[in-house]
Structures are given as C-alpha cells and as structure tokens.
C-alpha cells in the first residue's frame, strides 16, 4: 500500500540498448503514488522507452537490453523471480491508437480478470466488467449493448474501453503511452478527466507530446532529453520557472 | 533566452508588446516632467494639455492589455515568456497610474500658481521630483535592456525618496503654522510631494517586476523604506 506522493516506483541507473545503441543513459527517477507524472521531450529522446521499462514491454523487443534497476513498492522487477504476467497485472498499459481486440465490449474488459482468474463466478465476472466500465467512464454509454465488437465504438470510447480492460485486473501502476494523440479536443478532455479520477486509486505515468497536455494532467514533470532526464520536478515548476535553459526552450518553442 | 522561437511570429507578438509598453513609458515619463516643469517654471500654459494628453496615457493601455490577453489566448506562453506578457501587463497598469499621479500633480500646480501670495520654492521638493524622475527614466532602460541590476540600483533610492518626503513634510507642517495665508499653497504643495513619492513607490514596482521577469521569482529582501511623515507631527520629531 502507498500513499501520495510516497514513492512508488525507483529508477536507479536505468540504461537500455537496442543492439549497440544505448538509447537511456542512467535514468535515475523516483515516480510518486497516486500522483499523475508527465515524461516529455523531444521525439527520440528515450520517454517511450523509459516508460516501458517500468512494465518490462522492452523485453520483447528482439536486440533489446536493460541495465539498472526498477523497483515498485521495494519489488526489483527485473529480479529473475519476477513473473512478468504478474507485473504486466500491476502495471498496465495504454497506448497511442486505441487497440481494443476484436471481441465485444465485455470480452474486451473481462480477458484480463479471465486469464489471471480473477473472477470465481459468472456474477463476479459481470461485476468487475461493470466497476472498470464505470471507472473509465463508459458505462453509461455502453452497458445496454456490451455484446457490440469493440471497434465499432468511436476513437474516444475505444479509448477508455483500452483503460478499462488496463484497470480490470486491479493494476497499481497504468503507463499511458501518449493515450489521446489520436482523439479530438473533446475526447481528449474526456480521458484527462478521467486521469484526474484515476489517481486517487492508481499510480499513473503518462508520456506525451503536447505540453498542455502534461500541464493539465500531471502533478510531476520530467524532460527527457538525448535519452537523459534533464529536469524532473513540479508540473508547475517546470512549466513557470523551469530550472534548465534545454527545458525553457524546449517547452517554449524555443530552437534548442 | 538568447534564441528566438521556432515559430518566429511569437517573438513578433512579444516584440510589439514590447514596444507597444515603451511608448506608454515614455509618455508617462513625459507627462511627470511637464507637471514637474510647469510647476517649477510656474508656467500655467501647458496644464491644461498635460491633463487631457491622460487619456492618450488610458488608451494606450486598454490596447496594450488587449494585445497581452490575445497573445495569452493565442501562444499560450509558458515560463519567462509568460512572465514576459504578465509583467507587461502589470507595468502597463502601473504607467497608467502614475500618468495619474503626473495629471494630478498638473492639476494642484495650477492652484499653487493661481493662488500664492509669494513665491514658495521648495528645494526639498525639486530634489524629490528630480530623483523620482531619474529613477523612472532607468527603471524603464532596464526594463529595455532587461537589465535586473539597474532595477535593483533604482529600487534602493527609493529610500531617499522617502527620506525627503517625510522632511519636505515637517517642514510644510512649520510653515503652515507660521504663515496661515500659505495654507492653501502649502496644503497643495503637500499633496504634490505624496503624488511624487507614491510614482517613487510605483517605480520601484515596476523594479521588482522586472526582477521577478529576470529570475521568476521576487527580491528575497524585504523594501527598505524610510516614509515617516504619516507619524509626524508639529513640535514632534
């Protein structure tokens, strides 16, 4: 169990490789609980990549290596016991385009819960389908025909259908890997909404393009920079009075 | 920050802003020495234009805050750039009101020429209005040159300011006393010293703010003053 603020995650020297290339140089960042923290900077700057060490996705990237270490609530998720099923469970992850699979809303929410045998019984089943809708806000748009195949709901709903079926299985953490670039201003204020809901209970980091996007959303900011972090600190902080000349140009539009 | 932004027209929008803030400077700068002027050379032939050039004075920052509040709605600037457009509209505001202050001393001249019986030349008063203006003029070069020294150089002689208030009003206050029939002069003279040391005040201000701009964040040390004459009294010092 943690609190607000108290650390949840702890990045110590975290390198990655992808074959002779070393795209993080030693990320040292230590993520709060229950709190929102944004990973911003430039295309190619090692964000994405950073954000998927945290739930071991860059394991099935073939040339791919991980130095360091990562701990969540004091467990090293790179420790040899570590069950990466299980991990993936705490940590859950939405990304860019919505990819629900190709089943029905239902299924799409209750694949999760299925496959770690969450749910003893049918009602149990049909319960934590409907707590996840509700969480992520679709409920009431979707309950009367949760038979429909996912993809026929808009970009929008597709998206919160990815963060339900992502918090079905009770996760601590949700990674969200640039989760509104492809939604309208509309939807997009929907899931920022929803991700101001979601903290109270999860843990969330969230990488994304748009500035306002990590100013809105986020408590905690770091500026990823040629695979280094180059400033990590309040939102509101980085945002009026960043500490670094590289972040003050960069979150200005400044030619850096 | 020494580069511009990659799109080159916010730093048009930030330039004309800019500029814009200037020109109202240097016509409250202008507006304070006239008033001043006329006082000193008892001159009653400018006041009227003095005071109806304030409006200029009003106008100029109506348009200046329109065109802050767009390029707040349109750029959405964020750090020293939004530092940038706050403070110029805090500065603005601030011009305004000591265009304000210069019209009213304007408007009290007119009286103190019109009804002294003879000729009460304050040199405490000159010294003032002198100071005050010399730490407008380079307040508003440092906001120019973003020069946050300058600022800092022009916030400490407020203390002076201060110090040749409270001694202008003692002085006021004895020869009210002895000469009842400058009463009314002096009462208005009076008033003309509070309006110079409150532009002295707001100078120093627009001094902190461009502190604040330069550094995002306010002077730590608190602002010396040194105004007594609100606790000074006759047979008192």
Known sequence: ?256 | MASGHIVASFDDDLAELNKMLARLGGLAEKQFADAIDALERRDIQNIDEIIARDAELDEMEFDLNERGIEIIALRAPVAQDLRRVIVTLKVASVLERIGDYAKNVAKRSRVIIEHENNKSDNVSLARMAALVQQMLNQVLDAYVSGDADLAMDVRDRDMEVDRLHTSLFREMLARMSENPEQVSASSHLLFIAKNIERIGDHTTGIAEQIFFLRNGQFPSDERPKADKSSVSALGRN
């Open chain 1, 1 to 256: 169990m943690s609190y607000e603020g108290e650390n949840k995650i702890q990045s110590t020297g975290v390198q990655v490789y992808y074959g002779e290339t070393r795209a993080l140089h030693g990320i040292d960042l230590n993520i709060g609980a229950n709190e929102v923290t944004s990973l911003i900077g430039p295309s190619g700057c090692g964000k994405s990549t950073f954000l998927r060490c945290i739930n071991r996705m860059n394991d099935v990237i073939e040339g791919c290596r991980v130095e360091g270490s990562v701990f969540i609530d004091g467990d090293d998720i790179y420790a040899d016991h570590m069950d990466v099923v299980e991990l993936r469970a705490r940590v859950g992850m939405v990304f860019q385009k919505p990819n629900p699979f190709p089943k029905s809303i239902y299924d799409n929410v209750a694949y999760g819960p299925r496959i770690h045998g969450l749910a003893p019984t049918k009602e149990a089943l049909d319960h934590m389908v409907e707590t996840s809708l509700r969480r992520a806000g679709l409920w009431q748009e979707v309950h009367d025909r949760l038979g429909d195949t996912g993809s026929g709901l808009s970009g929008g709903q597709q998206q919160r259908l990815c963060i339900a079926r992502a918090i079905a299985v009770n996760p601590d953490v949700v990674l969200m890997d640039e989760p509104c670039s492809a939604l309208d201003p509309i939807a997009t204020a929907v899931i920022e909404e929803l991700i101001e809901e979601l903290k109270s209970e999860y843990t969330i980091v969230i990488v994304t393009h748009s500035m306002q996007q990590a100013s809105r959303v986020s408590q905690k900011t770091a500026y990823f920079h040629l695979g280094n972090v180059v400033e990590f600190g309040d939102t509101s902080q980085i945002f009026s009075n960043p500490k670094n000349t590289q972040t003050e140009a960069y979150i200005s539009g400044r030619i850096g």
